[in-house]
C-alpha cells in the first residue's frame, strides 16, 4: 500500500516562527502536492511538485514555499507564521508527471492541523 | 478555469436509505471527475473515478457515480447507506492531457442516524 506520512498531526505555533511541515511518500512517486482545508473552502493547492528540485505555485502561494530535495520527501515552509494560516495542511503524492495522458490518482496523508497564535 | 459545484454542505440520511451527493463542474474539454471520501482525522481516499468511456463508473465501498455530459454533472451514489459511511465527500475535476492540477470542490459532510 502506498503511505504518505506527515510529521506532526498536530502543531501549535506563534506568529512569526518559521514553521517546517514535512512529507514522505514511500511508493517513489514523481508529483507532490500541498494543500489547506478549511471549512467551506474545499481543499485548496498551495504548491506541488513534479520532481526533484522542481517546484510549481498552486493557487495560494503566498507566505509559503517548500522544498524538494529527495523524490520522496517535499517540505511546506512558512516562512513566518501568522494567524490566517492556522489550518489543515494536507500533503499528497501521484506517480505521473505531466505530459502524460493518464492521470494517477493521489494518495494522501492523515494531515497536520496547525494552529498559529 | 475549471470549478467544481457541491450544493449540498450537509446531508443526513438514515440507514439503509439511498444516498446521491451532487456534484456540478465547470470545464471546456473532457474533464477527469473523481470522488474522494474524507473520514474524521483522516486524510482523503479516493472512491472512484472517471476519464472516458461507459458514463457508469463503479467505485469502492458500493459507491457508484454517472458522468452526464449535458448536465455537467457527476453524482455520487449508494443504494444503501451504512453506519460507517459517515464522512466527508469530495468531488473533483482535473483537466484531461495528463496535467496533474486538480480542483476540488468544497466537500458534502453526511450524516448517518440510525
Known amino acids: 500500500d502506498v503511505k504518505v506520512t506527515q510529521s506532526s498531526r498536530y502543531l501549535v505555533k506563534r506568529t512569526g516562527e518559521k514553521v517546517f511541515l514535512e512529507c514522505v511518500q514511500d511508493?517513489?512517486?514523481?508529483?507532490m502536492f500541498w494543500y489547506r482545508q478549511d471549512p467551506g473552502l474545499g481543499l485548496r493547492l498551495i504548491y506541488f511538485s513534479y520532481d526533484v528540485k522542481m517546484k510549481e505555485k498552486g493557487d495560494i502561494p503566498e507566505g509559503y514555499s517548500v522544498s524538494r530535495e529527495k523524490k520522496e520527501r517535499f517540505s511546506l515552509i512558512l516562512e513566518s507564521a501568522s494567524t490566517n494560516q492556522t489550518s489543515m495542511y494536507l500533503c499528497?503524492?501521484?506517480?505521473?508527471?505531466?505530459?502524460?495522458?493518464?492521470?494517477?490518482?493521489?494518495?494522501f496523508g492523515p494531515g497536520t492541523r496547525l494552529t498559529v497564535l | 478555469a475549471q470549478s467544481v459545484t457541491q450544493p449540498d454542505i450537509h446531508i443526513t440520511v438514515s440507514e439503509g436509505a439511498s444516498l446521491e451527493l451532487r456534484c456540478n463542474y465547470s470545464?471546456?474539454?473532457?474533464?477527469?471527475l473523481f470522488w474522494y471520501v474524507q473520514s474524521p482525522g483522516q486524510g482523503l481516499q479516493l472512491l472512484l473515478k472517471?476519464?472516458?468511456?461507459?458514463?457508469l463508473v463503479q467505485g469502492i465501498k458500493g459507491f457508484e457515480a454517472e458522468f452526464k455530459r449535458s448536465q455537467s454533472s457527476f453524482n455520487l451514489r449508494k443504494p444503501s447507506v451504512h453506519w460507517s459511511d459517515a464522512a466527508e465527500y469530495f468531488c473533483?475535476?482535473?483537466?484531461?492531457?495528463?496535467?496533474?492540477?486538480?480542483?476540488f470542490g468544497i466537500g458534502t459532510k453526511l450524516q448517518v442516524i440510525p
Open positions: 499528497a503524492s501521484s506517480g505521473q508527471g505531466m505530459g502524460t495522458t493518464r492521470y494517477n490518482e493521489q494518495f
Open positions: 470545464y471546456g474539454a473532457t474533464p477527469y
Open positions: 511508493m517513489d512517486h514523481e508529483n
Open positions: 473533483a475535476v482535473a483537466r484531461s492531457g495528463g496535467y496533474q492540477k486538480v480542483t
Open positions: 472517471y476519464f472516458s468511456g461507459d458514463t
